[in-house]
């Protein structure tokens, strides 16, 4: 296939670049019930770049028809991601743990 590209590894710094310029980018998890309220970081990471993480099959064609709603999609994604970056977790966890353990 030419429109499928596998690269090799990349710098920490040029990652986000290579997500953004992506139409798709999937996160395949086992069916197995510890995944059901599993949410990987890359799915955030993805999330973050503004491309819509959803289903992929049926989706793909409505996606490019509805450019649109995947623009909204892509713009909802973004606003979720910032909220749960490892910094803002980093931070949340950091607040919980003064609120327990006094300083």
């Keep these: 296939m ?17 997500l953004a310029g992506s139409d798709a980018l999937l996160v395949p998890l086992s ?18 770049v503004g491309p819509p993480p959803e289903a992929l ?4 064609g409505w996606l490019a028809e509805h450019r649109a709603e995947a623009d909204e999609m892509g713009r909802r994604g973004q606003e979720f ?15 919980l743990l003064f609120d327990i353990v006094p300083r």
């Design 2 to 18: 030419s429109n499928v590209h596998f690269l090799p590894e990349v710098p920490l710094s040029e990652v986000s670049d290579l």
């Design 81 to 95: 991601a910032s909220k749960r970056t490892r910094v803002v977790q980093v931070e949340r966890l950091e607040e």
């Design 31 to 48: 069916a197995h019930p510890t995944f059901t309220q599993f949410i990987p970081s890359k799915m955030i990471d993805f999330m973050a």
């Design 57 to 60: 099959a049926g989706a793909i």
